[in-house]
């Protein structure tokens, strides 16, 4: 007949035993909740990644300049920026018709959440919502920026301006815009862009962070330009 084990030693079975319930459970938990996509760089770019769309526009199609921003969510002076100056050039010269901005995607390689960002603007995009996304991700880009994923956050940014959580997470989920990204990185990078934020005026790359000042003695400057070569341009058939 065996001996019946000591009192004390039941106790430690017990809590291995519960020990290992536990350990089960969240090792089940793990395994089965859902991973945050991861978008690849460096992909190749098809047709349908570019047809139609040359970034993201802000302001009215017969503004007399355009400018546009090679930025990257992840980086603190596109952030600043943002925050500080584009408030002010929005108001001044975007609404008021002055100024056609264009938004495109550069992330950069020591940014490891950088891209995520990116095609989660894009996923709002989808639902008519890129600025206030676009908003929501820089402002909080002190909180996203250091987590172990940033992705969870930018499910509540999306919750938080109202998008459709089921086809946003089937949007991120997909990856379905890395292509997009990329072609808008490579676009920069053959323009000469190698540093965020870089800005594209009147043919001219300006790295670094402009004041609104500076873009509104720009715009001013270009806009007095923009009737003298209209009047050269030859009238349209009718």
Not at 92 to 109: A, C, E, Q, S, V
Not at 113 to 124: G, P, Q, T, Y
Not at 148 to 154: E, V
Not at 178 to 199: D, K, L
Request: charged letters at 15%; glycine letters at 10%; a neutral charge.
């Amino acid at each position: 007949m065996a001996a019946a084990a000591p009192a004390g030693m039941k106790g430690f079975y017990g809590v291995l035993a519960v020990v290992a319930v536990i350990g089960l459970g969240v090792l089940g938990w793990q395994l089965s909740k859902p991973k945050t996509a991861s978008i690849p760089a460096n992909v190749a770019v098809q047709p349908t990644d570019t047809a139609g769309f040359r970034g993201y526009v802000l302001g009215s199609p017969q503004a007399p300049v355009e400018i546009t921003e090679y930025a990257d969510y992840q980086c603190p002076a596109c952030q600043s920026f943002e925050a500080v100056q584009f408030p002010d050039v929005k108001r001044d010269l975007i609404d008021t018709g002055k100024l056609r901005w264009r938004y495109r995607d550069f992330p950069l390689n020591q940014h490891q959440f950088a891209r995520l960002a990116a095609h989660a603007a894009a996923c709002a995009d989808e639902q008519g919502k890129f600025w206030e996304m676009h908003g929501r991700i820089y402002a909080g880009q002190s909180d996203w920026a250091f987590q172990r994923d940033a992705g969870p956050t930018f499910a509540q940014y999306a919750s938080a301006i109202g998008l459709d959580a089921g086809r946003y997470d089937a949007c991120m989920s997909s990856g379905k815009y890395a292509g997009r990204i990329q072609a808008s990185q490579n676009e920069g990078e053959q323009a000469g862009v190698g540093s965020t934020p870089t800005f594209l005026v009147g043919g001219r790359l300006y790295p670094g962070a402009l004041g609104s000042d500076q873009i509104r003695r720009l715009v001013d400057s270009l806009a007095a330009l923009a009737p003298a070569a209209n009047a050269g341009q030859a009238p349209a058939a009718p």
